[in-house]
């Protein structure tokens, strides 16, 4: 059972930048479906940002071109910067590792982002 962590939330006020990490407890070679999802209060779970290895990455309409998805896999760890946030994105953010068929999917613990004045 692969653990991912994430850290980097917190409170921002707009404008502002924050970058996510997930860590994952072994290594992420064969989890090869690398997201990030958020979810506001009241709201579905959204998927924010993806990236497939060999396949590159893609973003929902809100968010592109304010935020980048990467990882580096030796360290095991994905990240979410993200830039020029707003209130409407507020939400808790949640990172998901899995392989190309689905049959190994890891979620994390989930990290708040409030954005803010």
């Known amino acids: 059972q692969v653990q991912l962590v994430e850290s980097g939330g917190g409170l921002v006020q707009p404008g502002g930048s924050l970058r996510l990490s997930c860590e994952a407890s072994?290594?992420?070679?064969?989890?090869?479906?690398r997201s990030w999802y958020r979810q506001a209060p009241g709201k579905e779970r959204e998927l924010v940002a993806r990236?497939?290895?060999?396949?590159?990455?893609t973003y929902a309409d809100s968010v592109k071109g304010r935020f980048t998805i990467s990882r580096d896999i030796a360290k095991r760890t994905m990240y979410l910067q993200m830039n020029s946030l707003e209130p409407e994105d507020t939400a808790v953010y949640y990172c998901?590792?899995?392989?190309?068929?689905?049959?190994?999917?890891?979620w994390g613990q989930g990290t708040q982002v409030t954005v803010s004045s």
């Open positions: 998901n590792m899995k392989n190309a068929v689905g049959s190994r999917d890891y």
């Open positions: 072994e290594s992420i070679l064969s989890l090869n479906v």
């Open positions: 990236i497939i290895s060999g396949a590159g990455t």
